[in-house]
């Protein structure tokens, strides 16, 4: 049932090219057109959208910063993302004309199901991304997009998570299709992009026995820092996620840009420091930004772990081990450049000799308040 793996978790990581791949699946018709008949809720009521909030929590609830990241950009509808068991006590705004996007890999967190329900009782339109067939909320939404990740058995997402922001693109790329506008041409652009990243994933996966040789000596650390920058953000609340889950280590994932505002404090000589480069095609010199940001903290004496492009040569002065990944777009970058960060997670826990699918204090899906 492992697949041969020693750990769901280990099996899970491998399953993902098939988890995007197959949420890909079927999204299309023969002229390359969105169409997404599981929705349910008529054009004309998606097309008068005015607002979109994400509801999630935990690993979902980073899925969602990702897609607020391409659906603003694609549909240039303002995408706001609440945390779920915040939601319900802001005083929300929301109404008609308002999506509410929910993210659960369970469909049983209690926390996102709540949300869901208020939303709801404000008016608004709610969709749910959800693994899990049947489950309680997309019973409770109006309309549902499945991913299809297959059964999540470890406790720490992983597979669910890619799936997720796969899901998430689907869903900006099908509103920006609907309302016209200027993104419409690029959206094909955009899926062709899309069906190449289950290839580049596997790429990424046979690239991995260095990061596992490096969590092999890192089981005394004491704490892990992650930056990362635009949609490389969340990537970095991800990586220390997963390793805060699974190893018991300190772990904080930080904006890049924050650094200066504060967190650069905590660099001491020998500080491991995962940084998530964003390509060098980025918009805006971000690349450029981040480069700096590991020169800065290299210069106080952090160890750089640096997840970089293929071909990115301006890291290498400053990185003390560079973790390639194939280029995509810029928006896409996260399906790959997270999976290093699961990958050193799941071996630091192994290196400390913890359970890698039942780590403690956890439960696979959180279905109290
Ligand atoms: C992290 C993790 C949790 C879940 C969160 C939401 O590895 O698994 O943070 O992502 O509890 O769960 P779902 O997606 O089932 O609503």
Known sequence: EKGGYATFMEKEIHDQPHAVRDTLLGRT??????????????????????????????????AGMVAKYAIERWTRIPVEVSLAHEFRYCDPIV???????????SGETMDTLMAVKHARE???????????????????????????AGPEIA????????AQITASYILGLYLAQLRGGTYVDDIKAVLKELAEVPGKIETVLE????????AGFMADTRAVLFLGRHVGYPV???GALKLKELAYIHAEGFAAGELKHGPIALIEP????????????????????????????????ARTLVIAE??????????????????????????????????????????????????????KSVTVE
């Open 270 to 301: 020998g500080q491991p420091v995962f940084v998530v480069v964003p390509s060098p095609s980025s918009e805006h010199g971000l690349h450029g930004k981040v480069v700096s940001n590991i020169q800065e903290i290299r210069a106080r004496g």
């Open 155 to 162: 406790v720490a997402s992983t597979k669910a998570f890619l």
């Open 236 to 238: 970095a609340l991800e």
């Open 310 to 363: 293929d071909g990115d040569e301006a890291v290498v002065p400053f990185s003390d081990e560079v973790i390639r990944v194939p280029a995509t777009a810029p928006l896409l970058a996260p399906l790959l450049t997270v999976v290093p960060l699961q990958v050193f997670a799941l071996w630091l826990s192994t290196a400390k000799g913890l359970d890698v699918d039942q780590p403690r204090n956890l439960a």
């Open 95 to 105: 109404d008609e004309r308002t999506l509410v996007v929910s993210i659960s890999q």
């Open 29 to 62: 018709d023969e002229e390359g057109r969105l169409t997404l008949d599981e929705l349910r809720i008529p054009e004309e009521k998606l097309r008068e959208i005015d607002r979109i909030t994400i509801v999630a929590c935990g690993t979902a609830a980073y």
């Open 207 to 214: 690239r991995m026995g260095r990061v596992k040789e490096i």
């Open 122 to 148: 404000l008016g608004a339109l709610t969709i749910s991304i959800c693994n899990t067939h049947g489950s309680t909320i997309p019973r409770e939404s109006d309309a549902v997009l499945y991913t299809h």
